[in-house]
């Protein structure tokens, strides 16, 4: 089976141009959310967020939020890696400017979504 301790798994394939699967970014539309189980719900406890990577949960219930994309990169001129390795980048939609910042998330009425 492909699942488990031991999965077995096809043989690897060689091509020429290397196989490149990366997942387009998308997110939510306005009211979806995801199903949760039996006797839970689902909210968004803060929204605007620029590529949220890390959470914290301080002990008082706060959260820091880790929003950064990637360093910068230096611009090295044309080459073909650089024009796929872009284009994946747009894909996942990470070709932006990073926020690089920690942002502090405080639901300071108890109503589930963060109002500082």
Known sequence: SGYGPNPTLPKPTSTLIPTVNVAEATGWQKGDMPTPAKGLRVTAFATGLDHPRWLHV???GDVLVAETNAPA???DGFSLRKL???QAMKRAGAATIS???ITLLRDTNGDGVADV
């Open 73 to 75: 990169k230096h611009d």
């Open 84 to 86: 796929f390795m872009n």
């Open 58 to 60: 301080l002990p008082n």
């Open 99 to 101: 926020a690089n910042r």
